[in-house]
């Protein structure tokens, strides 16, 4: 499936293959010196990766999956199109765990779901693209991150990667029998029609057509919209197929990565004098590099060198709360029976193209193929117990006049959880991160009381469906997979009485002197909502305050 040719991303030598390290069964030194390795192609990677190699630094940028479009060396096109992928058609999106692809970019090492292809999760998910609301970073982050500190931050995102709520180069929606029933529905309860890219604070009692990850009718995301920008830039390396074990460190100083390539053999990349190396792995696998290399509990330590990773003495180990505090948005499930006149689109057919009314509509740029799985995003908060409690509504149909709330306990929430790690070097939850608080048992509770209420009123005409009473739909709690806080960002110092932080508010690993972490681990609190867009905020600030460190 994979062809390896990595089409325009760079004009020399500089991209590495995986094949140029086939055999390489003993540890050996690359020759070159970087001036920054950063570990993980996935959102935060590639957009960090990119803002460097504009300020002319030398930088390898490692993937241990491979490139999921034309562009980056993909031979799985459509049949009906030889430019396209299935994961690059925004419609089959809402089909995405049926596609062979699936199975081939998750991870199969990590606590949750986390996607191992360039461009990470942006690459596998629904596409949903949230702006943050300025309350998320001003409740949640510390001084130094607040909105008015990353605002210009998103600017630069945006700039680039907006999102849309109308994909159709026509300036038309299409299969919109859902968002009839459900608008007609919410506004009788009084609540308010928004725009959730130019309405981003708007978050209690509002609904709006669904913002999504796509630009020019195709997935965006940074394999897109920030990658290309290193095409023929002689300072940039992208090597695929390769895995980060371990950091190489000398005391506090990190001074390479030991990987294992695409072959399984063993290799050592060495950085150049006063080089970095930034962590962009994801929330699930950059506490297990951190492990590996005598960063984190001891207790963790001891299992990475159980599991046969070489970590470094027991006198440079850097005891940092890495793995605590683990959040994610917990996901309820309603699904309703309703009295509209909609359905699935006939995903086979779109794959196979013979849904030939709807391809040749796309292939005008136009059309349902155009638009993501949602037909509408809305959300409400409430309070329980004197903390306010945010939820957001993903609505799409899922059979013939049915529609599947995936309901998501968001900001304000207060449970968390331990990621740990097991002798195999699989990441797990030591403790789940999920409803452990009274306080957040209660306001799922009521929240989902108040929608039962709502939606199965004798004037509706609706009826729930599986899961039939507000129990069933708590019983249907999953990983919202918009995992955070595994390597906290903060003040207070987590190698010093109840420190809390792995990461100061540059970014850089407490304990030592030029390593760096930016993705999805640092973030210190759960956003309103997706959290795709609020990954690439915090990676367009915190490369800017790295680079303001020089």
């Given at each position: 499936m994979r062809s390896f040719f990595?089409?325009?991303?760079?004009?020399?030598?500089?991209?590495?293959g995986a094949a140029a390290h086939a055999g390489a069964h003993a540890h050996a030194s690359s020759n070159s010196a970087y001036d920054y390795i950063i570990v993980g192609g996935g959102p935060s990677g590639i957009i960090t990766a990119e803002r460097l190699v504009e300020a002319n630094k030398k930088v390898l940028l490692l993937e241990r999956g491979y490139g999921p479009t034309v562009a980056t060396g993909a031979n799985d096109?459509?049949?009906?199109?030889?430019?396209?992928?299935?994961?690059?058609?925004?419609?089959?999106?809402a089909d995405i765990g049926a596609l062979p692809e699936w199975e081939e970019y998750i991870c199969t090492d990590v606590a949750g779901y986390a996607a191992c292809v360039l461009g990470g999760g942006v690459t596998v998910n629904y596409m949903v693209f949230v702006h943050p609301p300025d309350r998320d970073f001003n409740e949640g982050w510390p001084q130094g991150w607040k909105w008015d500190d990353v605002s210009a931050a998103a600017d630069r995102l945006y700039a680039r990667n907006p999102g849309t709520i109308l994909p159709s180069s026509d300036g038309k929606r299409y299969d919109q029998g859902l968002y009839t029933v459900l608008s007609n529905f919410f506004s009788k309860l009084g609540w308010k029609s928004v725009d959730m890219i130019t309405q981003p604070n708007e978050k209690d009692q509002v609904y709006s057509y669904p913002a999504w990850n796509i630009k020019n009718q195709v997935r965006a995301g940074p394999v897109r919209?920030?990658?290309?920008?290193?095409?023929?830039?002689?300072?940039?390396?992208?090597?695929?197929?390769t895995k980060v074990i371990r950091l190489l460190r000398s005391g506090s100083e990190v001074t390479g990565v030991e990987v294992e390539n695409a072959s399984g053999g063993l290799e050592n990349i060495t950085l150049a004098d006063s080089g970095r190396v930034i962590l962009s792995a994801g929330a699930l696998s950059t506490p297990r590099i951190?492990?590996?290399?005598?960063?984190?509990p001891s207790s963790q330590i001891e299992i990475a060198e159980e599991s046969g990773v070489t970590v470094p003495p027991k006198s440079e180990w850097i005891n940092l709360p890495v793995g605590v505090g683990v959040k994610d948005h917990p996901i309820f499930s309603i699904?309703?029976?309703?009295?509209?006149?909609?359905?699935l689109l006939d995903y086979d057919a779109i794959v196979n193209g013979t849904d030939t009314a709807d391809i040749d509509l796309y292939g005008k740029g136009s059309g349902v193929l155009t638009e993501g799985k949602h037909r509408m995003i809305f959300f409400t908060k409430n309070d329980v117990d004197g903390q306010v409690r945010y939820y957001q509504g993903s609505c799409a149909p899922t059979g013939t006049d049915e529609v599947t709330i995936t309901a998501y306990m968001t900001h304000g929430l207060t449970s968390s959880g331990v990621l740990g790690l097991n002798v195999d070097g699989d990441t797990v939850f030591d403790k789940s991160p999920y409803l452990q608080t009274a306080g957040d048992r209660a306001a799922a509770t009521a929240f989902i009381q108040e929608m039962v209420n709502d939606l199965t009123d004798p004037s509706t005409g609706y009826k729930l469906e599986t899961y039939t009473n507000v129990s069933a739909i708590l019983g249907s709690q999953s990983p919202g997979m918009h995992y955070t806080t595994t390597a906290k960002l903060g003040t207070d110092d987590g190698r010093y009485g109840n420190g809390t932080s792995v990461v100061d508010l540059n970014t850089?690993?407490?304990?030592?002197?030029?390593?760096?972490?930016?993705?999805?681990?640092?973030?210190?609190?759960?956003?309103?909502?997706?959290i795709q867009a609020t990954i690439m905020v915090v990676a367009e600030a915190a490369v800017a305050r790295i680079l303001a460190l020089e």
């Open positions: 990595l089409a325009g991303l760079a004009a020399s030598s500089s991209v590495i096109t459509l049949s009906w199109n030889n430019t396209l992928t299935p994961i690059d058609l925004p419609g089959l999106s919209t920030y990658l290309p920008l290193t095409k023929g830039k002689s300072n940039f390396n992208l090597r695929m197929g951190l492990f590996n290399s005598g960063i984190g699904i309703v029976k309703t009295n509209g006149t909609y359905g850089k690993v407490y304990g030592t002197d030029n390593l760096f972490v930016v993705d999805g681990s640092i973030h210190p609190d759960l956003p309103t909502g997706n």
